[in-house]
């Protein structure tokens, strides 16, 4: 600690002489320090020598005595309280050396020593966080309990680096998160953040950025840090003035917040004055409710200015005070006053410029100074607890230390008269906001700043948005940077901040109020509007579509028709007419044509699992099946009126209709079963437009040109066979009708296989059953039901003697002897 001191009095002795600070003090058993930079600037350049302060600032010196007034409001008995104020001139180096000179008991200001245990026991201020932060680590060596009534950065709620410290303002964490919520409350897209390089500035800043990039979708179009020097008004910050200018100037942002020294924000604001730059500006509690920058000339021409401040409230009795502390009241801040502004008398106040008492109380605010009347009622508070004292006595002396009361302080919760004051852990006070609002409409010059919204440490904002109405649109800015997009259009910052409203792609869908577009899912589509995603209609063949109704109809007939016919040849099993068509054979025919029929109900509704799918494999074995049963009869009658005696006898060896089918059967029951195993059809969804198509789908094009060609060759095979065989005579017409029935179905697979390669569409499997339904017909009437009318209608000619007589009367006419001629 020795060597700290001795350290900053070298310092401070090469740096400012023989020059002492401007200070008040008053002997008493405690003693109170303050700091107040009454005046706001110095002379400091880039280059070392004595500093000087210059802009007196009649708030600030107000201020000092509203802390000089409060003490003397403090009662407690037979103790007194006495103060030990300082001029810092808002100069981080002026407040150390001020700080360092209250914690060595008022003695030498060269004094090395720090005592360690100061007769200042507590210490009110800084004013600017920056300063705030160099005194609080002095005074934590100390354990001396320091009160701001103004200091508000984040960085000052770390106990860990700043464990004395305490203030009765809000931290800069509430009051940026209330800048944001007014921004979210005037539907504001886009800001500039404007900030001071001190901890005051760069800390919220950070914390604004942070809080808009995280929390909203509100664009920061960028942030700008001031130099240090700024206020020092030289070239480099008329350079630096003119481009953060020419930046807004050329933003499309709603709103520019400042969160800087009131001496900054006032040349930002004269300079947009003369360049009318015409914003809305939103004001830290550091310039928000100052009267020198609303009382510019042409203020209006700058923009709409809303600002936070803590709490206002008036001190009690104050004004009173002031108006009568020329009469007797004396300190050295008030004398250094009246040196620079006399007071007026009777006789001369009208031919000169003098000091009238009721113009100085005009400049008594509301914020900062209830905040120095409430510290000072804090220590008051401390202290009666720290020493037990009633309206009478206290049982404890006035020997204790810092750390003691800083202890007390800490613990406080009471109410000064309808403000309640209690500290968290961060030494931080649970108050909120007061918002202000620069009216400009009832004064010619300069503007009033009124009250007209709060915002409170539980997060909700409260402002009269019907008075702002022409600054409120949620959908494009005055710059024409849209906010949001109508239903179908998604937002795009063709440059930052600045968005225009581009339609979706068919497909995706957006809907508005600044959603993105969004693809809809494989199921879906996008609307006409683009707005919304609709489910896509399955499409398949339902079972009461008209087509599937009549397939339905068709196929039901032929189960019928063939039934019956398989009742009819078992009746009359043993006639002629039965045998024509190959006997017993016929029901194995007759089978596969009602497997071939029921087959047809397996091509609609919605295909779900493999099962749906194996109509087609099946019908390739049926009508194999039923193929093979021809072709075995067209054998029989071929080989029965074959008279030939030099055809061998291994040929008619082969008249065994039951191998023959087999034989024949069996390859088309190896390829469709092999099908069926390795690559069967399966179902699978198509996805549309606005709809899902549900089909089967032939995965294996090899199997299914295997069975087409394989039933090809058969019915080609048959149509040869039946064709040379229309000339014999055969009473019952089978080789013709044969014929006719392989010939309709050569013709119509030859027609249904284009047509089924190239089509689409929930009717393609209808294409397929109509097919398959064709096919059966064509033998049911071309081959089976002749043979059914003959035996119901013509029942004379279902006789031995009827074939024998039509035999022989077919060779006569040829001039064949066929006496001898077995049948």
Known sequence: MFLMGLFFMSVFHSTFGENSLLHAYYHGDIIIGGLFPIHLKTNRTNTSGPLSCSDYDVQMFLRSQVMIYAIREIKLPNITIGYDIYDTCGDVSLAVRATLQLLNNQSDPQSCLLP??????????????????????????????????????????????????????PSDEYQTRGIVELVKTFLWQTVIIVGSDDEYGLFSSDSLEDTFSQDTNICVEFVQILSADFMTNNSQTQTELTELLEKIKN??????????????????????????????????????????????????????????????KEVPGFKDYVMSMFNGTENALLK?????????????????????????????????????????????????????????????????????????????????????????????????????????????????????????????????????????????????????????????FQRKCCG?????????????????????????????????????????????????????????????????????????????????????????????????????????????????????????????????????????????????????????????PLVLVTVVSGIQVAVSVSWLI???????????????????????????????????CLGLTCFLFAFKGRRLPDLYKNASLITISMLLFMVMWIIFLPLYLTMSGKYKPAVEGAAILTSCFSILFSHLAPKCFIILFRKELNQESAITEYIWKHYERKGISVIGTQH
């Open 500 to 656: 225009v409203c581009v339609a979706c792609v068919i497909g995706e869908f957006s809907s508005g109020n600044g959603s993105d577009c969004k693809p809809c899912s494989e199921r879906q589509y996008s609307s006409e509007r683009l707005d919304q995603c609709l489910n896509k209609t399955d499409e398949f063949l339902p079972w009461l579509d008209p087509f599937s109704i009549i397939l339905c109809s068709l196929a039901a007939t032929g189960i019928i028709i063939t039934v019956v016919f398989a009742v009819l040849f078992a009746i009359n099993l043993g006639t002629p007419a039965v045998k024509a068509v190959g006997g017993y054979m016929c029901f194995l025919e007759l089978l596969s044509l009602l497997a071939g029929f029921c087959l047809t109900f397996t091509f609609l509704d919605r295909p779900t699992q493999n099962l749906n799918c194996v109509g087609v494999p099946l019908f390739g074995i049926v009508f194999t099946l039923c193929i093979s049963c021809i072709l075995a009869n067209l054998f029989q009658i071929l080989l029965g009126f074959n008279f030939d005696l030099t055809i061998g006898p291994w040929i008619k060896k082969l008249n065994q």
């Open 336 to 492: 250094d006053y009246l040196m620079q502004n006399p007071l007026c008398s009777n006789q001369s106040e009208e031919e000169r410029q003098c000091l009238k008492p009721s113009f100085l109380a005009s400049y008594i605010d509301q914020d900062e100074s209830y905040r120095i009347y409430l510290a000072v009622q804090v220590i008051g508070e401390g202290l009666r607890r720290l020493l037990k004292c009633d309206n009478h006595q206290c049982e404890h002396s006035s020997k204790f230390t810092a750390s003691e009361l800083l202890s007390e302080i800490q613990r406080v919760n009471f109410n000064v008269n309808t403000t309640h004051v209690s500290f968290n852990s961060d030494g931080d006070p649970r108050m909120g906001y007061d918002i202000v609002y620069w009216n400009k409409s009832e004064f010619k010059q300069g503007a009033k700043i009124e009250t007209i919204g709060e915002y409170s440490p539980d997060g909700k904002i409260n402002v009269p948005l019907y008075l702002f109405k022409n600054l409120i649109n949620d959908t494009v800015s005055v710059y024409s940077c849209y906010k949001k997009c109508a239903p179908g259009h998604e937002l795009q």
């Open 678 to 712: 390795f690559n069967p059809p399966t179902p699978q969804e198509t996805q549309g437009g606005t709809t899902i198509l549900h089909q089967c789908e032939m995965t294996s094009f090899g199997y299914f040109s295997a069975m087409l060609v394989y039933n090809g």
């Open 251 to 312: 933003s499309s942002a709603e709103a520019i917040i400042l969160f800087t020294k009131d001496t900054n924000a006032e040349i930002i604001l004269e300079a947009a004055i003369r360049h009318k730059v015409n914003r809305t500006w939103i004001a830290s509690d550091a310039w928000s409710s100052s009267p020198k920058i609303s009382a510019m000339p042409d203020i209006e021409l700058a923009g709409e200015v809303f600002g936070f401040i803590f709490k206002q």
């Open 116 to 169: 360690s245990e100061p007769q200042m026991k507590v210490v009110i201020g800084e004013r600017y966080s920056e300063v705030s932060i160099a005194v609080a680590r002095i005074v934590a060596l100390s354990s001396v309990a320091q009160i701001s009534y103004a200091s508000t950065s984040e960085f000052l709620s770390d106990r860990f680096k700043f464990p004395t410290f305490l203030r009765t303002v």
